[in-house]
């Protein structure tokens, strides 16, 4: 992770998703070739019709942003990476562990075998294999509160609906707004905690989650930025208005805390103007936060490291305690060299 500094003191923020993930399991890495971005397939090459846009549709279209441009002139030079190998996308296979809690303090990683599967648990962190609609009766086993909580709801979408249609497994149950707003979030807020929330760039997911969401969760928003999506040669993965069925340009991210939060709470956050990294070729495969969010956070005196917590969460990370119905997923040993 690094800033990328104008003039100004604003800058953008660059989250190297590999190296952030290494740099935190240590023996175990990433494969480079899930970072070796290509240009998605165009709806007529996926064989699916081009929707016709509504009047009334609020959905935004990924537009030009002069921030953008101007941040990655002062990117460094891409590193080379040579041609990718091919790589076998496990994370499409059936998911099938069942629910289950699991953690590990043993100071190293540790693996964890299911059937065929082996995933890898990292030191230092805890999970529920659980759907987040039962995070209600889970509240027992879980902190009071929490510093950090990062959340990538499955907000419903249409691409999600394809895919389901084209293979099951590539899909995953979604939420319309009513669900979310009965998860018990302020329940697990104090007023020094920071939530961090991904959404989509649907104009119609971003007016419920700023109107309906954050006040049933007891939430002030402290900023809202865009996260920008790079190919391998630091450029923006499609170009702006472009038709793509997968990957937009850019999502959301919106950073909120508590109501009864100091008023200024937060407020050097919104120095930072946007995020960018070369994400995933895994659909949703979203960076570490943590890294670029802890200099944000406000620790009780003599507290050394935040306690943490992922809702919606994938894969593991040290420091935080993960739900999700598939946690492990991309955990799967598969994904990583040793």
Same mark, same amino acid.
């Given at each position: 992770m690094f800033k990328l500094i104008k003039e100004t003191d604003q800058y953008a923020i660059y989250l190297d998703h590999k190296n952030l993930i290494n740099e935190a399991y240590k023996e175990f890495q990433l494969r480079q070739e899930l970072f070796h971005f290509e240009l998605k397939k165009t709806l007529k090459e996926f064989g #699916?019709?081009? !929707?016709? !846009?509504? #009047?009334? *549709?609020?959905?935004?279209?990924? =537009?030009?942003?002069?921030q953008v441009i101007e941040y990655l002139g002062?990117?460094?030079?891409?590193?080379?990476?040579?041609?990718?190998?091919? +790589? #076998?996308?496990?994370?499409?296979?059936?998911?099938?562990?069942p629910q289950l809690h699991g953690a590990?303090?043993?100071? !190293?990683? =540790?693996?964890? /075998?299911? =059937?065929? *599967?082996?995933?890898?648990?990292?030191? !230092? #962190?805890?999970?529920?294999?659980h759907n987040v609609d039962q995070l209600p009766t889970l509240l027992p086993q879980l902190l009071p509160a929490y510093d950090l909580i990062v959340m990538d709801p499955p907000w419903r979408n249409k691409y999600i609906r394809r895919l389901k249609k084209a293979k099951k497994e590539l899909g995953y149950g979604m939420m319309d707004t009513d669900q979310l707003a009965l998860m018990p979030l302020s329940s697990l807020i104090h007023p020094r905690s920071l939530v961090a929330i991904w959404c989509t760039n649907s104009g119609q997911h971003q007016t419920a989650l700023e109107q309906q969401l954050l006040p049933?969760?007891?939430?002030?928003?402290? &900023?809202?930025?865009?996260?920008?999506? +790079?190919?391998? *040669?630091? /450029? +923006?993965?499609?170009?702006p208005q472009a038709d793509l069925i997968q990957k937009q340009p850019y999502e959301m991210l919106y950073v909120a805390c508590h109501t009864n939060a100091a008023p200024d709470y937060g407020e050097n956050l919104q120095k930072t103007q946007l995020l960018m990294n070369i994400p995933s070729i895994i659909h949703s495969h979203k960076p570490p936060l943590l890294e670029?969010?802890?200099? &944000?956070?406000?620790?009780?005196?003599? =507290?050394?490291?935040?306690?943490?917590?992922?809702l919606f969460a994938r894969y593991l990370q040290p420091q935080f305690t993960?739900?999700?119905?598939?946690?492990?997923?991309?955990?799967? /040993?598969e994904l990583y060299n040793c």
């Open positions: #699916a019709k081009k !929707r016709k !846009r509504k #009047a009334n *549709d609020k959905e935004s279209e990924p =537009q030009s942003d002069p002062l990117l460094p030079e891409p590193a080379p990476i040579g041609e990718a190998k091919p +790589l #076998a996308k496990c994370w499409e296979n059936s998911y099938s562990v590990n303090k043993s100071g !190293r990683m =540790q693996r964890f /075998q299911y =059937q065929e *599967d082996v995933y890898l648990i990292p030191d !230092r #962190a805890c999970f529920y294999n049933k969760w007891n939430l002030r928003l402290v &900023h809202k930025l865009r996260w920008y999506k +790079l190919n391998t *040669d630091h /450029q +923006l993965i499609t170009p670029w969010l802890r200099e &944000h956070i406000v620790l009780e005196e003599g =507290q050394k490291e935040p306690n943490c917590l992922e993960s739900i999700g119905m598939e946690v492990l997923k991309l955990m799967n /040993q």
